[in-house]
């Protein structure tokens, strides 16, 4: 994993996972990424390797689109995509990624 902070910090995005990187906003250089953060974005992480990183990423957004035309709001269609309802659900607990089983996003579909 390798940080980078080039999000612009008036942007709403703190955060997020490119394979193998993760892109942070800049306002976060100086008072430090929490853990819960890096941690939501590690997730993100493991997820893209489990679909080989390029079907992560075409899902992702097919969800999205999917979950946005249903309920016409972006913000709760980003929030219902099961790869970030995994990782909003487990990124307070410490030893997640340890425990974690293979293809877990799946539980996250509804």
Same mark, same amino acid.
């Given at each position: 994993?390798?940080?980078?902070? $080039?999000? +612009?910090?008036?942007?709403?995005?703190? @955060?997020?996972? &490119?394979?193998?990187?993760? *892109?942070?906003?800049?306002?976060?250089?100086?008072?430090?990424?929490?853990?819960?953060?890096?941690?939501?974005?590690?997730?993100?992480?493991?997820?893209?390797?489990?679909?080989? $990183?390029? +079907?992560?990423?075409?899902?992702?957004? @097919?969800?999205? &689109?999917?979950?946005?035309? *249903?309920?016409?709001?972006?913000?709760?269609?980003?929030?219902?995509?099961?790869?970030?309802?995994?990782?909003?659900?487990?990124d307070k607990r410490a030893n997640y990624l340890k425990a974690r089983r293979l293809w877990s996003f799946l539980n996250y579909l509804k």
């Amino acid at each position: 994993m390798i940080i980078h902070y $080039i999000i +612009p910090s008036n942007s709403r995005i703190q @955060a997020m996972a &490119l394979w193998p990187f993760v *892109i942070v906003n800049t306002s976060l250089k100086q008072q430090g990424i929490s853990a819960e953060l890096l941690r939501h974005e590690k997730i993100h992480l493991r997820q893209q390797l489990e679909l080989l $990183i390029l +079907p992560f990423y075409i899902w992702y957004v @097919a969800e999205w &689109l999917l979950r946005w035309c *249903i309920c016409k709001d972006a913000s709760r269609a980003y929030r219902m995509i099961c790869f970030e309802r995994e990782a909003y659900t487990n990124d307070k607990r410490a030893n997640y990624l340890k425990a974690r089983r293979l293809w877990s996003f799946l539980n996250y579909l509804k």
